[in-house]
């Protein structure tokens, strides 16, 4: 059911943003890593790419959208996480398969 949600809010961040709606899009997508990764590689893609954009609007002296430099920071991280997760997609798969990462090692 969790990640049911994740892909919700995925495909969320970028309904708001389609419809114009930038500031409650990055809001909601600054908040995706408390949420995890969609079990859809469709919610991945969608992740990625609007983080990447939110990431280089930051980075411009003038903007509409109102970023704080914590927020940008951590948007630039959202962008990097979820492109190396895009890289490791496997797009032979509907769902998230991730191929090439490296193991995590657990502590105890």
Do not use: C
């Not at 995706?32 to 939110?54: Q, T």
Request: glycine share 6%.
């Amino acid at each position: 059911m969790v990640n049911r949600i994740v892909l919700v809010l995925a495909v969320r961040v970028e309904y708001l943003a389609r419809t114009g709606r930038h500031q409650d899009a990055l809001n909601l997508a600054l908040d995706s890593p408390a949420w995890g990764v969609p079990w859809f590689r469709s919610g991945i893609g969608y992740l990625e790419k609007r983080a990447k954009i939110y990431a280089s609007v930051s980075a411009r002296q003038s903007s509409d959208l109102q970023i704080s430099e914590s927020d940008a920071g951590k948007i630039r991280k959202i962008a990097n996480t979820f492109g190396e997760l895009a890289d490791a997609v496997d797009m032979n798969q509907t769902s998230t398969v991730l191929r090439g990462l490296p193991k995590l090692k657990l502590s105890a």
